[in-house]
């Protein structure tokens, strides 16, 4: 997965689990992705609009707002990076 910037690929990892969040980044940079960690839907939110990544791995039960709705407000806002739902 080629970044736009020609670096290290950048996934979010949006989950409230602390362990299966950190089993998915931990996957993710031995394959030399550079990974952000969330665990709430608003903070999610803000992360995705602001931190133009490449991917977005999404769980759909989350505090604040969830998975869902984060989805539909990327899109709504033109945001493009490619969303994973869990």
């Known amino acids: 997965m080629p970044s736009p910037s020609g670096d290290k690929p950048r996934v979010l990892v949006v989950d409230d689990d ?11 940079r031995a394959a030399e992705i550079a990974v952000t960690q969330i665990g709430d839907g608003n903070a999610a939110l803000q992360e995705a609009l602001t931190g133009n990544y490449d991917a977005i791995v999404l769980d759909l039960m989350l505090p604040g707002i969830d998975g869902r709705e984060i ?10 990076s490619s969303v994973l739902s869990c």
């Open 71 to 80: 989805f539909s407000r990327l899109r709504a806002v033109g945001v493009d």
């Open 18 to 28: 602390a362990t299966v969040r950190g089993v998915v980044a931990d996957y993710l």
